[in-house]
């Protein structure tokens, strides 16, 4: 397996699980993934979100992806962990916002708007999960990016 594996299977199963810690409590909500490419997995939250003090905080998150294939049993799982880093490109923020136009109905539909944070995962270890190597998840080759 590879990174671009990786990618590509994260961008063909965008709902994501992201795991953060707030203190000694770990938290999780599902998220819709922006885009992944060579440069990271893309995502973005409201600055008065729970989530962004969070990672403000501690930038360690680890993603789950899933699909759940076609029978019981046959789901695969990427698993992604890495710290966060916060972009202020207004460029990039212009993009999310024509992508994304629900952003100009919550009233965050502007680049400059300091309520709207993008961020990304640019750098860690990714690994696929089915039940095949279930009881072997030690042994799980891991991907470096």
């Not at 992944?36 to 998150?61: M, S």
């Not at 709207?116 to 089915?130: D, Y």
């Amino acid at each position: 397996m590879t990174i671009q594996d990786c990618i590509t299977f994260a961008n063909q199963n965008p709902v994501t699980s992201v795991a953060t810690v707030e203190g000694d409590q770990p938290r999780v909500r599902k998220f819709l993934m922006w885009f992944a490419d060579e440069t990271g997995f893309y995502f973005h939250t409201g600055t008065p979100k729970a989530i962004y003090q969070q990672l403000r905080r501690n930038p360690k998150v680890e993603l789950c992806f899933y699909n759940p294939g076609n029978a019981p049993g046959a789901g695969t799982m990427l698993r992604v962990t890495g710290a966060v880093e916060f972009l202020e490109d207004l460029a990039l923020k212009a993009r999310l916002i024509e992508e994304r136009p629900f952003l100009k109905a919550i009233g965050t539909g502007r680049p400059d708007n300091p309520l709207l944070a993008v961020f990304r995962v640019p750098h860690g270890e990714a690994w696929f999960w089915t039940m095949e190597n279930n009881l072997r998840e030690a042994e799980i080759e891991r991907i470096r990016f």
